[in-house]
């Protein structure tokens, strides 16, 4: 059987165009997916970097971590798995702390201080932190 | 006298995130986690004790 002429006419090009639309259409699908991926590996390494320094003997290091981890824990795209991650991360930055206050009496009274903040005088000179008392 | 336990302040942040993350999802605290979120701020030079949980 022999197509007419006007249908060979328009399949070639049409054809042609719907290939090429086809290979967008993946192309696309493909690169939303890369991008996903990319996403995904900045957010873990991310969390893995904020929870190592979250644990850090440096105070102003753990600082920094735990507040990144409450950030992180804030994003709306991140999944139960990643909160519990977060959660965890959290709970081993207070861990020591956590048990100093379990071994104390229960109406312990619990401070924090600014014993690691450097303070400058009006000449800019850094201002020796505070004698402390003796025992 | 009342026996006067220093934490570090990222452990305080860290109780007090774990808290808010817990209370949005209908989780309960553990109470020591919620006896460290409510530490009390003190100055190094003694003066201007508060509880900076509010700020």
Redesign the interface.
Known sequence: MELPAWLLAVSVPGGALLGVLLTLVVTRKNAQEANRTAQQETLTETLRWAAEL?VSEN?AE??L???E??KL?EDPTITGRE?DLI?AA??A??Y???L???V??S???????????TFLDEDGIVAP??EKEAP | M??????????????R??LR?NAARGRETDP??S??A?????????QGSEDVAAS
Do not use: N, W
């Open positions: 979250a105070e753990a600082r971590g735990v507040l981890l409450v824990g909160q959660d959290l709970e930055a207070q020591q702390d956590k100093a206050l379990t104390a009496e109406d312990a009274d619990v401070i924090f201080s600014d014993e690691d903040v932190p505070a | 009342t026996e006067r336990v220093v934490v570090r302040s990222s452990s305080v942040e860290a109780a995130a774990l993350r020591t986690t006896k460290l409510g530490a009390r701020f003190v100055a190094r030079d003694g």
